[in-house]
């Protein structure tokens, strides 16, 4: 089983849709999560961290479930802009010790 | 501020060719990574420096990759010799040791070609 893992899509969502993507893991003593945009050919950018009580920035909404081991990410009212590959991050290691691991990416595709 | 540089941007070269790329990353920025990341798939960590040392070399092919930090500033990537199935883009990232904030800044990367 893969340390990090993601449906790679593509997702097709017409403009103003709401879209959700999970991202399971199997480490379970890891520490901490992000989610990362990546546009067309283009380096990875940090999108948002992922708390255990959930977070949310503007449209977007990022959640943890530990027990299930698996983190999600939901984009509400889409734009054009957010099209781009969503990757999640995970951090198996320890604070000062990162050993962050990415998962293939979720493609994203907004329609208009 | 300037973010993390890499040169060259592509690179074609033939097979058993050696290769070399170059980063430097943020300014006061001590780890410093390289990841290798094929079409479709994430970025794969190949080498992660805290400073001048390498802290995690454990999927550097160390048959034909090398890596130095040698100032723990500039890093250099180099393969020899290149193979076709070493055909990526080489990212190089940085970030501050001091948190764990999992926010690493990348660079625009090396695309290798490999004919």
């Known amino acids: 089983r893969k340390e990090v893992e993601q449906d790679p899509g593509p997702f097709n969502v017409p403009e103003g849709a709401t879209v959700a993507f999970n991202c399971t893991y199997s480490?379970?003593?890891?520490?901490?999560f992000f989610w990362y945009r990546q546009d067309c050919r283009k380096e990875p950018k940090l999108l948002m961290s992922v708390y255990s009580s959930g977070n949310e920035d503007g449209r977007f909404t990022a959640q943890l479930n530990r027990a299930s081991q698996y983190i999600s990410l939901l984009i509400r009212d889409s734009k054009l802009s957010d099209s781009a590959t969503y990757l999640c991050?995970?951090?198996?290691?320890?604070?000062?010790?990162?050993?962050?691991?990415f998962g293939t990416g979720t493609r994203l595709t907004i329609i208009p | 501020e300037a973010g993390v540089v890499q040169s060259p941007r592509y690179k074609i070269i033939e097979k058993k060719q050696p290769v070399a790329f170059w980063c430097n990353p943020i300014s006061g920025h001590n780890t410093l990574y390289w990841y290798l990341q094929n079409l479709g798939q994430g970025p794969e960590l190949l080498i992660r420096?805290?400073?001048?040392?390498?802290?995690?070399d454990s999927q550097l092919p160390k048959d034909r990759f090398s890596a130095e930090r040698l100032k723990g500033v500039d890093s250099t990537l180099k393969i020899q010799p290149a193979e076709l199935g070493d055909s990526a883009v080489y990212l190089c990232a940085s970030s501050t040791s001091s948190t764990n904030t999992g926010e690493l800044f990348f660079g625009e990367g090396s695309r290798l070609t490999v004919l």
């Open positions: 991050v995970v951090n198996g290691g320890n604070f000062g010790n990162e050993k962050l691991t």
């Open positions: 420096y805290e400073n001048e040392e390498a802290v995690d």
């Open positions: 480490n379970s003593a890891s520490q901490s």
